[in-house]
């Protein structure tokens, strides 16, 4: 496995790892025609949106941009 699958399972599973925390539901699309890498779900909302959906596409490097103690996350919009 190269360098780059390694870094898309590591991302899909820690994006995975966290919805299953706060009790969403994840997907992962069988073609990726729309750049969604994965969709996280939620049911049994109530809330004004009924089962709100997600669709992110994920990113992640292993370039070490700083030495610190804490793992860092980087949300670019």
Do not use: W
């Amino acid at each position: 496995m190269d360098r780059n699958q390694k870094k898309e399972l590591f991302s899909r599973a820690f994006v995975k790892a966290i919805a299953a925390q706060v009790g969403f539901r994840t997907a992962i699309p069988d073609v990726d025609d729309d750049s969604v890498d994965i969709i996280i779900k939620g049911r049994g909302y109530s809330a004004p949106i009924r089962n709100p959906q997600l669709e992110v596409q994920l990113k992640c490097t292993a370039a070490d941009f700083e030495k610190s103690d804490f793992f860092k996350i980087q949300f670019i919009s």
